[in-house]
C-alpha cells in the first residue's frame, strides 16, 4: 500500500513509519520541517493547516494516518493551549479537505485521538462506550480542556464529507517502545534514579500498550473494512501507577511523591500534573471484539521485553561513544 502519514517525525511516528516501511508499504511523512528520515521513506513538506501541493500525496493513496498535534507536555499556558487545540483540530481538517477533493481518495482513514477523551476514574474501565469527560472524585476543571481537545479532534474527521472512505479514531493509550526519549525510556531513568516511587498514593491507573501491539492493531484497522468509528488502543490489563513503577524498580527503593510535590515538579519539568495524576483506565473492547490477541498483554511481560531492548540500544549506543552502558 501506498501510506501517508502526516505528522509522523515523532516517538509514535517513528515506529509505524519504520514498520511499515519494512513490511514493504510505500511511506510517504508530511511536516512542517522535512528532513531525511529511513531509507526509502520520503518526507513532504506541508503547513498543518492549509490544502497545498502535499494533497497530491493523498489522491490516489490506499491510506492516511495523522498524527498530527502538538506535545501536550508542557505547561497550560494560554498560548500552549491554542497551540495544542489548532494544531490537532486544524491539521484533521486540512487532511478531511485534501481528502474531500481527491479523485481517487484513500480507502481508509485513521486519526489518532487519545484515551484521555474518557473520565478520570479508580472504578471499572472504559471501553469505546466509556464516559466522556471530567470523572469522580471532583477531577480538577483543568482536566477538562484535554478532554474538549479530543472531542473537538474527533469532530474534525467526523464533520468531514468523505463518503468513500473508512474513518477510524484511534483513542492511544501510553504507546511503550525503548526509543531514546520515549515515554517508556523516561519512566525507567525513574526507576534507575530511585524516584520511581507512588505519586500521590499511585492508585491511579495507567493504561499502556506495546509498540509492537501497537503496530499489529494499525495494520488491522488499515485492513478491516468493517470497522469504524472509536477503537482503543490499550493493553487489556492498564495498571495503577504504583504497580508500573513497582515493575520498573525491579527490587530498587522507589521514593513516594505527594501531589505537591508532584505539583511542583511539574512546574520545575514546564508539565503538568495531569500527565501523572489523572486515572486513565481503558481498555480494548472492540479490538477484542474482533478476536484481536495481544503479544504482550500484561505489563510485566511487556516491560521485561522493553527494558531486554532498552538495554541493547543503549549498550550499542554506549559501543559506539566508548562508555560503559
Known amino acids: ?119 478520570h476514574t479508580y472504578g471499572p474501565a472504559h471501553g469505546e462506550d466509556g464516559r466522556i469527560g471530567g470523572g469522580e472524585e471532583a477531577a480538577p476543571a483543568s482536566w477538562a480542556f484535554s478532554v474538549e481537545i479530543a472531542q473537538r479532534w474527533e469532530a474534525a474527521q467526523q464533520q468531514a464529507d468523505t463518503p468513500r472512505t473508512r474513518r477510524v479514531a484511534l483513542r492511544s493509550a501510553l504507546v511503550m517502545s525503548p526509543d531514546r526519549g520515549g515515554v517508556f525510556d523516561i519512566l525507567l531513568r525513574m526507576a534507575r534514579l530511585g524516584v520511581g516511587g507512588p505519586v500521590a498514593g499511585g492508585r491511579q491507573y495507567v493504561s499502556w500498550i506495546h509498540e509492537h501491539d501497537f503496530v499489529r492493531a494499525v495494520e488491522l484497522l488499515l485492513t478491516r473494512d468493517d470497522i469504524e468509528g472509536p477503537v482503543n488502543l ?62 504482550h498483554p500484561t505489563w510485566p511481560d511487556a516491560a521485561a521485553d522493553l527494558v531486554r531492548r532498552h538495554r541493547t540500544r543503549t549498550g550499542m549506543h554506549a559501543a559506539v561513544v566508548g562508555v560503559d552502558p
Open 234 to 295: 490499550a493493553s487489556p490489563f492498564p495498571v495503577p501507577q504504583r504497580e508500573l513503577m513497582k515493575v520498573l524498580r525491579n527490587g530498587r527503593i522507589g521514593l513516594p511523591a505527594t501531589r505537591l510535590m508532584a505539583e511542583m515538579g511539574a512546574f520545575v519539568l514546564r508539565s503538568e500534573t495531569e500527565l501523572l495524576l489523572k486515572s486513565r483506565r481503558v481498555v480494548p473492547a472492540r479490538l477484542l471484539e474482533e478476536g484481536f490477541v495481544f503479544d
Open 1 to 119: 500500500m501506498k501510506i501517508v502519514i502526516p505528522g509522523g517525525t515523532g516517538q509514535v511516528g517513528g515506529i509505524l513509519r519504520r514498520a511499515l516501511s519494512q513490511q514493504g508499504h510505500e511511506v510517504v511523512v508530511l511536516s512542517r520541517r522535512p528532513t531525511a528520515l529511513e531509507p526509502g521513506i520520503r518526507h513532504v513538506r506541508w503547513d498543518g493547516r492549509t490544502v497545498g501541493d502535499w494533497a497530491a500525496e493523498i489522491d490516489g493513496a490506499d491510506a492516511v494516518i495523522n498524527l498530527a498535534g502538538r506535545t501536550v507536555n508542557c505547561r497550560y499556558t494560554d498560548e500552549h493551549r491554542a497551540e495544542m487545540m489548532d494544531s490537532r483540530v486544524d491539521s484533521t481538517q486540512a487532511v478531511g479537505q485534501a481528502i474531500e477533493r481527491a479523485e481517487r481518495p484513500p480507502r481508509v482513514w485513521l486519526q489518532t485521538s487519545t484515551a484521555t477523551i474518557y473520565e
